[in-house]
């Protein structure tokens, strides 16, 4: 009896070990991205006299050939994460990678490996009590990072683009403070109406 | 004694052969509970649309659907796209060769349709809730070329039936994937 008590133990090691669970004394953030939320605050149709948000993202061609600057606030991307464990994140990198619905890489960022990056720098929130969170995605804390997908050499894209449709991969990079890479990446649509280019 | 304790290894030992998951997970029981168009109204358990040329200032409007989602148990799901396939429900007899009522609009993706990409995510149950966790989202259904093709086809007798499958992943890993048919009138 004894001895089945003090071998228990072990076989939970072990088991652990084989399993591949992490060790539970040096967790990970647990961090997931739970939706990217798009808006679109462009006021030229009647749908969009007050701010729109969609799970996509909406251009009006009509509208943007009338402006000789792109005001980038008015397309936005939001990546919304949640950090289930006390574990800090650092989001120190973005890139934003372009494709067409075929899915071959096109803007005139497809040169560049990875797309369009930049380097940021975001520090999350992480629950501080058994109670945080219970919020809009359930357990956790959120955290977001807003971005502007469109810009000037996407709308250059735009002008000679075939289809109506264009996909942008959002990726975001990162590290917690116990040392695990955060790399966490999603796929919304680009949608384009009015005067395009057909 | 020794029989509680051996009991109580068997779902560790499980563990290896599972991903550490716990095998009595359940997965997401979720539901398209309805659609409903932006423009028009509901005739005879039909949504009717109304479209327009492409450009048209509010044409936007027509162009997205907003989708109602259940989810009726406590796991949280992940969309992260939606495909949609357009059939006529009339005969396309501009096609070489003319092709049966029904059929899939080939100018709009035909039998594989289009398919949008999105990152969404739906709550499971808080806490009791007979009517399960509902949540909607804008979603495009009616593209720009779809447009051009009612335009320049007879599709006023019928209309066109848009096939819209959710797809996404629950908390607990398991596929999930929830259609339902939201028909359009073109007049």
Redesign the interface.
Known sequence: ?TR??KT?PL??LA??M????RNPFNPSADI?????TCSNKDT?????KVQ?T???L?I?C?YLKTLSTIDYTQYTATM?FVVKNKVIVTIRRISMVYTD?LGNEITLYKNVSGGRTFSTLYRFSFPANNNSG?G???EGVANSIELYPIDSKVYETIKAYPY??M?VTITAYGDDENGYDVRLS????I??????N? | ??RI?SLA?IP??M??FT??RNPFDPSADVIIDHFEP?MGSMKQGEWNNEITR??A?????A??VTVFIRNYSTV?V?F??YTVVYRQVSEQAGAIPPLPAHSPITAAGGAEG????????L??L?YPNNEGQERS????VV???LL?YCANTETQSGGIDCEITMHGTDHNGHDVTVSGVWHLEVF
């Open positions: 009896m089945t008590i228990l076989v939970l088991v652990a084989a399993g591949g669970c997931e991205l739970a939706e990217i030229s149709s009647n749908d969009n729109v969609r799970p996509s909406w009006n009509t919304n619905p219970s809009s995605y359930g109506d449709t996909y999603g796929t919304v649509t949608t384009f109406f009015g005067e395009c057909k | 004694m020794r304790l290894t560790l030992l563990a290896p991903g550490c932006r492409p450009g200032s509010w044409a936007v409007q162009q997205y949280g992940s992260s796209s289009l398919t949008f990409k999105f990152v969404a995510h709550l499971g808080q989202w804008n979603i495009q593209t720009d070329d051009r």
